[in-house]
């Protein structure tokens, strides 16, 4: 009567024990299946990163292309400002050749600053 008593013991707790192995399974599962979620963002993460920077490295190249334009535009504006100088030079009124060659020396100055900045 008394193994009987322990088999029955066993019994219940055999049942309660593949409950508890069903249950692990099933977080386990979920487990799995949120793991994979996860690495599946990182990668998108990863790939959208990536997209980023091509975009950044475009959008620089674009603009160091718009930056060497103003550079050679700056450049010309100082070529004709050097011509400017030399017209002046011809100017037979002393004064205006003064006020001609310090208006045209500030403009090259600014030139030159600008093109620095640049």
Do not use: P, W
Request: aromatic content about 4%.
């Amino acid at each position: 009567l008394e193994t009987l008593r322990k088999l029955r013991s066993y019994a219940a707790h055999g049942g309660e024990l593949n409950v508890m192995r069903a249950k692990l399974a099933a977080m386990r599962e979920q487990l799995e299946a949120k793991e994979l979620e996860r690495l599946e963002a990182l990668e998108r993460e990863r790939i959208m990163m990536m997209k980023y920077k091509e975009l950044d490295i475009f959008k620089l190249d674009i603009i160091a292309r718009e930056l060497k334009g103003v550079d050679g535009e700056i450049g010309l504006l100082g070529k004709d400002v050097k011509d400017l100088q030399c017209h002046a030079a011809r100017l037979k009124n002393y004064d205006e050749q003064v006020l001609m060659k310090d208006h045209s020396m500030q403009l090259l100055d600014q030139c030159a600053q600008t093109r620095a900045h640049v």
